[in-house]
């Protein structure tokens, strides 16, 4: 049997940590409402996973192949910080995390034979103090545009972080170690 999946986003980072993995990937984005209440960075991330796949199955009812939908956000504080909407806002959300420790989110949800599973991880993040020169620096490669917390640890943004706690693939946008699991016991023989 083929190690196909279908990754529900147009994130290069998830699709990446699953060829990686060995798996062919097929990109298929779903379009879902990405609106919610803030009440806690979990429950809004777990919500925001589940509300992709659901989306993508009420356009494709009967897909062929396991598929994967995930959501990150980041946790400062009580503060969720989703995508940036300008270079200003990238810009302010780096300063606030310069030389602190933040919370990184990543849920998933996966459609695999009929059943659906959903999960969730959190890695700790703790960034270098940051100049303002060095976060200009960083916005200049454009990695911020469309990343939550405003900067990518696949790409130069690691060079933003002084440590992590947890799986890294968390903060990559996909916790590998529990999709693995889940893959591994709905597939066998795969």
């Known amino acids: 049997m083929s190690k196909t ?28 409402d990405e609106e919610h209440q803030r009440e806690s960075v979990e429950k809004s991330v777990r ?12 356009d494709r009812p009967s897909p062929t192949h396991p598929v994967i939908a995930s959501d990150t956000l980041l946790a400062f504080e009580e503060i969720e910080l989703g995508q940036p909407e300008t270079r200003e806002a990238a810009f302010s959300q780096l300063r606030l995390l310069s030389g602190t420790t933040h919370h990184v989110y990543s849920a998933w949800a996966l459609w695999v ?32 545009v469309g990343a939550a917390g405003s900067y990518r640890y696949q790409g130069r943004g690691k060079e933003l972080v002084r440590s992590t706690t947890g799986d890294e693939s968390t903060v990559i946008g996909l916790p590998m170690n ?9 597939l066998p023989d795969w």
């Not at 999946?5 to 879902?32: D, M, N, T, Y």
């Not at 100049?131 to 490669?141: G, R």
């Not at 529990?178 to 709905?186: D, E, H, T, V």
Request: include cysteine; proline fraction near 1%; aromatic fraction near 8%.
């Open 47 to 58: 919500l925001l996973a589940m509300r992709k796949l659901e989306a993508f199955l009420r």
């Open 5 to 32: 999946i279908i990754l529900a986003s147009k994130s290069l980072g998830r699709k990446l940590l699953l060829e990686e993995a060995g798996f062919e990937v097929l990109i298929q984005p779903s379009k879902a």
């Open 178 to 186: 529990q999709i693995f699991g889940i893959l591994a016991k709905a």
């Open 113 to 144: 034979n009929g059943d659906v599973h959903q999960g969730c991880d959190r890695c700790a993040v703790t960034f270098k103090e940051l100049s303002d020169d060095e976060i200009e620096a960083y916005l200049d490669t454009g990695e911020w």
